[in-house]
């Protein structure tokens, strides 16, 4: 178990990476989507149907989506036509242009956002039948907390569906990555937003325990059956459990 310090975004804020990330998010929410659109060639929008694909045969009546950010997961997730989406995340900006999204899409009656912490539930144990989080469980302060509540608020037999970014394999191509991660996305990132949120991307990417280490974290949380797919040659990786 690694006693690392935490990767936060600000090393000049005497802050837990939790607040931090909080802030980092309210400061970029204006223009989050389309950065991601931008530093991905919007190949993240297929990176989220593809998630979804892959669950439509598990139980997913009531679905919980984690660090939802501005909806884009949920909004997918809909596509399954679940009784009940619920998103929940600590940046309340975020959450705004997510809910107006949400009202754009006439998803209000399906989908509904608040403001909660992943690592502390506001939900009985057994409520879910889906918990869900696209690029959100790194910017966990305790990964192990997260995950361990999650696995509570499932229902015996749900299912835990994780989409992140991870490093690929192939040493080739891990060096482009690195170097597109470590100068380009923060340069772009800084003549669009805040340079410090895309810094902090690379080195949450990097120290992220991703591939056969995450699932060993799940495991070590209560999931088992997990299941691992890479994405785009390793750039972003897939990841299923179940309760």
């Known amino acids: 178990m690694s006693t690392a310090s935490p990767i936060i975004p600000y090393d000049d804020l005497n802050l837990g990476k939790k607040e931090q990330v909080r802030k980092m998010f309210n400061t970029i929410a204006g223009r989050y989507d389309f950065m991601n659109r931008l530093l991905t060639m919007r190949i993240d929008v297929l990176w989220r149907r593809k998630a979804v694909r892959l669950v ?7 679905i919980l989506d984690l660090a939802t950010g501005t909806g884009d997961f949920a909004i997918e997730l809909a596509k399954l036509k679940p009784i009940r989406i619920t998103g929940i995340d600590i940046a309340e900006k975020m959450l705004e242009i997510g809910r107006e999204k949400v009202k754009q899409k006439g998803l209000s009656g399906k989908i509904e956002l608040m403001e909660a912490d992943s690592e502390n539930l506001p939900f009985p144990d057994n409520s879910f ?6 690029f959100g ?33 192939s040493r080739p191509l891990k060096k482009l990555y690195k170097a597109y991660m470590s100068k380009i996305c923060p340069a ?6 805040e340079n410090k949120a ?13 591939g056969k ?3 060993a974290e799940l495991v070590r949380a209560g999931f088992k059956d997990t299941q ?3 994405l785009s040659m390793g750039v972003t990786s897939i990841y299923i459990a179940k309760k």
């Open 137 to 169: 469980v790194r910017n966990f302060e305790n990964l192990n907390k997260g995950l361990s509540e999650i696995h509570r608020v499932l229902k015996p037999g749900g299912s835990i569906l994780v989409l992140e970014a991870s490093e690929p394999s």
């Open 129 to 134: 039948d889906l918990a869900s989080s696209a």
């Open 213 to 215: 280490n995450f699932e």
């Open 198 to 210: 895309y810094d902090y991307l690379n080195r949450s990417v990097a120290a992220f325990p991703s």
């Open 188 to 193: 772009i990132g800084g003549a669009f937003s």
């Open 228 to 230: 691992f797919i890479p």
């Open 56 to 62: 439509k045969d598990y139980p997913h009546e009531t």
